[in-house]
């Protein structure tokens, strides 16, 4: 069997490592020991922010589908997001994959690059993590952020009436226009796009690239979004998302018809394809990771910076009780994506 081609079993800890290993060049004069020791370590001269998350096969991507440089960049995003989201700078990785002994190399090989891909892209470095066997081919990524100053998190809590509601990013929905894709070729129920026409196939790649690796635009929310009185980043659906900030700042997001229905008609035609309302894609899509986020209303006047980052799609108001998200002031149910749900 070619060297390229080998299963884990066959190489072994030390093999596979040898083989990953060179993905995670180090250029961060903060790294004091790089991957290889029991521990990584690191120079911080600030605060930080820590966040986790996994990717399980079967659950949040279908291996043959999803390739494996696709798989590590999605994974790796979703975390730098959510570092992203807190107005932090993504500085340093921990992974952890778990596999089967029969897994090919090849496919550490590309999550690792997927990973190095989109860590690269933002100046952050894998450090450090674990291998280990599973029956379910398992992804999971700790990302750890430095602020730019001490007490300058931004936190979900922060959205005040008055605000604008603004997120980072041309399309919402385009991660769940893809998901349909993957479910459709997954059971074999998916629509002949091609024979809808170009634009329409062209769309479908565009989404069905989105939903495998994602690519928000996460530096903003360590740049103009540092001026944000609240933010989160699109991981469960706009709608969902949203009302995390509702609850926890105790407001009203009212989400603007009229601002997203650029969104609802560039999917419209895809949708149909599917037999779905565009809009659903658009207030429930998953996975998008763009930066949701409320200004200050003389903040998004005054600063050029901040208006070309994002977008204007609604805003907060005043409430009393918990919180929530309307439509043009129509409450809203629910949309998006909940891990334990039936």
Known sequence: MPEHERSLGELGESGILARIFPFFEQHDDDIVVAPGDDCAVVRASGELVFTTDAMVEGYDFILGISD??????????????DVAAMGA???WLLTTVLASKDASIEILEGIAEGIAQEARKVGASVVGGDLGTARDLTISITAIGELSAPGTAVLRTGARAGDVLAVGGEV??????GLAQVLGKSDGTLPDLDALGEEVTRLAKRALSWHLAPEP????????????????????????????????????????RAALENDRALLAPLAEAFGVDPMEWVLGSGEEHLMLATF??????????????????GR????????????????????GWDHFSL
């Open 68 to 81: 494996p440089v696709s798989i590590g960049r999605k994974a790796a995003v979703q975390n730098l997001a």
């Open 89 to 91: 700078k993504p500085r």
């Open 172 to 177: 919402l929905g385009l991660s769940s226009a």
């Open 217 to 256: 635009a996460i530096t903003a929310g360590w740049g103009s979004g540092r001026r944000a009185s609240a933010m989160i980043d699109i991981s469960d659906g706009l709608v969902r998302d949203a009302n995390r900030i509702a609850r926890a700042s105790r407001v009203n997001l009212d989400l603007s």
């Open 296 to 313: 200050p209303a003389q903040i998004w006047k005054n600063s050029a910076e901040v208006r070309a980052d994002f977008r204007e799609i």
């Open 316 to 335: 907060v108001n005043a409430c009393e009780g918990e919180g929530g998200v309307v439509l043009d002031g129509s409450p809203l149910a629910l949309h």
